[in-house]
């Protein structure tokens, strides 16, 4: 079991470009969570996604940022015209059905965007 | 809403000591789970321990283990015979729902 898979690991963009993280949860986990790691702080809840469905979404700025987790594919956490705000590390967390609550996630190893 | 805080931002210890971590929590929820996750150099979110709020027991796991005390919202880690590997930022959660909401982090060292 590959684990979560977060790719890239680093990504570097400038001011005003797109950022697209992409998160593949481990096999048989159908819920995605994504986090967000500033500087010296704790994890901050984004969203949270089940195949082709949005659960929860309350920490999710309220624009520039979407996020998705189609029938296939990664899961994608989407950046539009980044800031140097926006650079921090980014995670995704996938847990089993019913189970998560529990098992508290698995996560992946980030991806840390660095916004020049 | 729930809040966590770890209120000690650094602690150093020599290895093989026994060092606690500190973490205050506040829910709503009558149903909910504890972590403590360890957060090496390379990132990786690690799970060390968890505790679910309805058993009374603490939970414990090698060299860690928790004192839950759930009247005054604490949940603190202990770690026995520290190791250099222990080095890492640890996080406090707790989990009700979907969502887990993290402290702000103790960055344990343990010094040779």
């Known amino acids: 079991n590959a684990g979560v898979m977060q790719n890239p690991r680093h990504l570097v963009r400038r001011r005003g470009q797109e950022a697209r993280l992409r998160c593949s949860p481990m096999?048989?986990?159908?819920?995605v969570y994504w986090y967000r790691q500033l500087p010296e702080e704790g994890l901050k809840f984004m969203v949270y996604l089940q195949k082709e469905n949005i659960i929860d979404e309350s920490g999710m700025p309220k624009e520039r940022f979407s996020a998705e987790f189609p029938k296939e594919g990664p899961s994608i956490l989407r950046i539009q015209q980044v800031v140097r705000g926006d650079s921090a590390a980014y995670f995704c967390?996938?847990?089993?059905?019913?189970?998560?609550?529990?098992?508290?996630?698995?996560f992946g190893s980030g991806t840390r965007l660095t916004v020049v | 809403a729930q809040t966590v805080t770890q209120s000690q931002p650094e602690m150093s210890v020599q290895e093989a000591e026994t060092v606690t971590l500190s973490c205050t929590y506040d829910t709503s929820e009558n149903n909910y789970y504890l972590f403590w996750y360890k957060q090496p150099p390379s990132r990786q979110m690690i799970l060390v321990i968890r505790?679910?709020?309805?058993?009374?027991q603490n939970a414990t796991e090698n060299r860690f283990s928790v004192n839950f005390q759930k009247a005054a919202k604490s949940f603190s880690l202990k770690i026995s015979d520290s190791q250099l590997g222990d080095t890492a930022m640890y996080f406090c959660a707790s989990r009700g729902g979907q969502k887990l909401v993290f402290g702000q982090g103790t960055r344990l060292t343990i010094n040779p």
């Open positions: 967390a996938s847990s089993p059905l019913d189970q998560g609550a529990y098992y508290g996630y698995t």
């Open positions: 505790q679910e709020a309805y058993k009374q």
């Open positions: 096999k048989g986990h159908s819920h």
